[in-house]
């Protein structure tokens, strides 16, 4: 995957996550809508994104690149971490994580 520069919040519209299992094989991992955040996890475990995010219709989205994100949310990153942890629309990102799908290629 790419390196994650950017944290998005959904203001507007619905996304949806696609990954890739062992067999490398696409497959929808969850979906966002208004007021989720995507992004923010690549910055909690400092690696690469492990995902792509489709838009399924119109979207507006804010941005916030990763050294503002570092320096605004770090007394935050605790409670995102458990979130990430316990979250059944994660279950796709700990999985890769851990080494049980398929990394997503950079473009």
Same mark, same amino acid.
């Given at each position: 995957g790419d390196d994650g520069l950017w944290f998005y919040i959904v203001v507007e519209g619905d996304v949806e996550v696609y990954g890739r299992?062992?067999? &490398?094989?696409?497959?929808?991992?969850? +979906?966002?809508?208004? %007021?989720?955040? /995507?992004?923010? !996890?690549?910055?909690?475990?400092?690696?690469?994104?492990?995902a792509d995010v489709v838009a399924k219709g119109p979207v507006r989205t804010a &941005?916030?690149?990763?050294?503002?994100? +570092?320096?605004?949310? %770090?007394?935050? /990153?605790?409670? !995102?971490?458990?979130a990430a942890d316990a979250l059944e629309k994660?279950?796709?990102?700990?999985?890769?994580l851990q080494g049980k799908n398929a990394p997503v290629e950079s473009t």
């Amino acid at each position: 995957g790419d390196d994650g520069l950017w944290f998005y919040i959904v203001v507007e519209g619905d996304v949806e996550v696609y990954g890739r299992d062992a067999e &490398k094989q696409v497959k929808k991992v969850c +979906e966002f809508t208004v %007021g989720d955040c /995507v992004g923010e !996890l690549e910055f909690i475990n400092n690696h690469k994104c492990v995902a792509d995010v489709v838009a399924k219709g119109p979207v507006r989205t804010a &941005k916030m690149h990763r050294h503002h994100f +570092e320096q605004c949310m %770090g007394p935050i /990153v605790d409670i !995102l971490k458990r979130a990430a942890d316990a979250l059944e629309k994660y279950e796709y990102y700990r999985e890769t994580l851990q080494g049980k799908n398929a990394p997503v290629e950079s473009t």
